[in-house]
């Protein structure tokens, strides 16, 4: 299973970014997720979505981001909304195939005061 994350850059606080995310090389994916990683962190789930659509986030993100998916391309995405500085991060694609998890290359996204 191959990923391919496209959508970050550079963005001022209060803006938006939409991230995509690719998945090649299998149908048979259950969950999707979006983990991101800031310079010093550990990397954390941002946002998880379920094969039959069901959504979760973390509290940080809440009301501000959206994650959704169209298993007809294998493709997630995650909308970001009201961007804070604290946001910035490389944000990393999962998906999980058969039990097995797959991570993109990862997207930096970098929002500035």
């Known amino acids: 299973v191959q990923l391919v994350e496209s959508g970050g850059g550079l963005v001022q606080a209060g803006g938006s970014l939409r991230l995509s995310c690719v998945a090649s090389?299998?149908?048979?994916?259950?969950?999707m997720a979006w983990h991101r990683q800031a310079p010093g962190k550990k990397r954390e789930l941002v946002a998880r979505?379920?094969?039959?659509?069901?959504?979760n986030y973390a509290d940080s993100v809440k009301e501000r981001f959206t994650i959704s998916r169209d298993n007809a391309k294998n493709t997630v995405y995650l909308q970001m909304n009201t961007l804070k500085p604290e946001d910035t991060a490389v944000y990393y694609c999962?998906?999980?195939?058969?039990?097995?998890?797959?991570w993109g290359q990862g997207t930096q996204v970098t929002v500035s005061s």
């Open positions: 979505i379920t094969a039959d659509g069901s959504p």
């Open positions: 999962n998906v999980v195939v058969w039990g097995h998890n797959y």
């Open positions: 090389g299998s149908s048979f994916i259950s969950a």
